[in-house]
């Protein structure tokens, strides 16, 4: 079999290694000590972390919730010790990536569409698939299992739910890609299925690719997508230790850095140091470092909430003598915005308001603000392996909500630039109609006003070691299977 599908085995195992080497066995022995029933398992019981693993994927099913928030608040709720966390981290967020894989391999098993499979039952079938194909959970516990969760969730599928995760669990997880694979009607639904990708995404991914002459780079960030990221942290420069001091620096971003125990490093530090992606620390210092800070400048971040580079910006403007406002149109994470400048002791007042109709005299900045974050709304596409469920709630009705949004949010903060001032335009997607498109459309309407920078140069200026970037400097493209940042795209530019 091919090394793509072989590759994307791998990556399911790298991402449950941690999780899978605790063994579900070894665990269940655990509780059931605690049970007084002297380690033997009992066959209607099923593990604290799978119940937890099965609820938040009920939950994202029934009722649209986000797996990376419910999830700590379960495993809180259920008293999980570290490697029972580990355990129902790696089965939710795992199976949830790989739920297109796991369809299209009970469709086979089971010999009918998944979609007629009641949806609690195809949960079970889906983390019990994984378990099978993807973690070293032995098979017996992972049928098992399985068969008691059904039980307990759908007593009369008890015997389907048997039946088919017996037969996924007589081949390995190969030869299902291999099957999968030559049951899909085109090459892009092959990729779409083995590296569990709705067609549009892989599509629009492998576009964005073939833009920088990179299209040979698909697999690699497919598999990207599907492995966990690490946990990444951003130093406030000025406010926390350096990154060396912290822990391991990271390859690229000045501020960031990534450690053994990142929580405990954050929850040290009072919010100044914080959770933050490299690529979107790239993003916020490639507007703060494009040129030296000339004392009283104003800044804006227009679209800012949660805030996570609205606090790095407010740091580099403490630094710097400029000041810093931040706009964000839903008032609960504006809210989070507050919170987020909180440990930086610099004024930053919080606007809940649409960035399409900002006015620069009513934020404070008469005559216009020298330097504007406009890290917009989009898709998503590029953080996928931080958001698993996400690939399957997006379509390509959003790009087309989201693109005409950008352009009008582009448009509103190119206005609101002083002359002479530059406009960062952010997505956290690589998708070309909400990079190029939405950029291409604004530049074009701005015509001689606008000059776009060599965002590369200053991005690569900003980067403690050189980045492997495609394209004309203009924008600059990051991507995780290349540089293990999210996809951020950013573009420089200056109002004349
Ligand atoms: C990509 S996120 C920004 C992330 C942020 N820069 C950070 O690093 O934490 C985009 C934000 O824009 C907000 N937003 C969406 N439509 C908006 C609008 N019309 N005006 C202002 N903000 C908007 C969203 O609520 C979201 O918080």
Known sequence: MSDERRGSGRSGDRGSGGAGRGGAGRRSGGGDRRRGTGGRPRPDRVSP??????????????????????????IERARLGAADAALATELTYG?????????????????????????????????????????????????????????????????????????ISRREADDWLDAIAERAGSPDEALAVVHSHPVWVVRALRGA??????ADELV?????????????????????????????????????????????IVAD??????????????????????????????????????????????????????????????????????????????????????????????????????????????????????????????????????????????DAAFAALAPGGILAYVTCSPHTAETFGSLGGALARWGDAAEPLDTAAVVGGVARHPLDLAGDGRTVQLWPHRHGTDAMFIALVRKR
């Not at 099965?54 to 939950?59: E, I, W």
């Not at 800070?293 to 996570?308: H, I, K, N, Q, Y």
């Open 49 to 74: 972390a799978r119940l937890v693993a099965f609820d938040v994927l009920a939950a994202v099913r029934e009722s649209d919730a986000y797996a990376n928030l419910l999830l700590p608040s379960r």
């Open 269 to 410: 530090h009072d919010g100044r140091v914080r959770v933050q992606d490299e690529g979107s620390q790239l993003a916020a210092l490639a507007l703060s470092r494009v040129a030296p800070v000339r004392p009283g400048e104003r800044w804006l971040d227009a679209c800012s909430g949660p805030g996570g580079k609205t606090a790095l910006l407010a740091a580099e403007a403490l630094a710097g003598g400029a000041t810093l406002v931040a706009n964000e149109v839903v008032p609960a994470r504006a809210e989070l915005v507050r919170r987020a400048v909180a440990p930086v002791p610099l004024e930053v007042p919080v606007h809940v308001g649409d960035g399409r109709e900002l006015d620069p005299a009513v934020l404070g900045a008469e005559g216009g603000f020298d330097r504007i974050l406009l890290d917009a709304p989009c898709t998503g596409l590029g953080a996928l392996r931080r958001r698993p469920e996400a690939r399957w709630r997006k379509s390509p009705t959003d790009v087309a909500e989201l693109t005409e949004l950008q352009g009008e949010l582009a």
């Open 95 to 167: 199976t949830l990536r790989l739920r297109g894989r796991y369809d299209a391999i009970v469709e086979l098993a089971a010999g009918r569409p998944a979609g007629a499979v009641d949806p609690p039952v195809l949960d079970v079938l889906r983390l019990g698939a994984h378990q099978l194909l993807a973690t070293r959970v032995p098979t017996h516990a992972a049928v098992n299992e399985s068969v008691a969760l059904a039980r307990r969730v759908a007593p009369s599928a008890a015997g389907f739910v048997n039946a088919v995760l017996r037969a």
């Open 220 to 264: 690699a960030l497919l598999e990207a997508d599907n492995a966990s990221p690490r946990v990444n942290l951003a130093a406030l420069p000025g406010l926390a230790p350096a990154p060396d001091d912290l822990g391991e620096p990271d390859l690229f971003s000045p501020t960031g850095l990534t450690a053994q125990d990142p929580l405990g």
């Open 209 to 214: 690719l073939e833009r920088e002459g990179r």
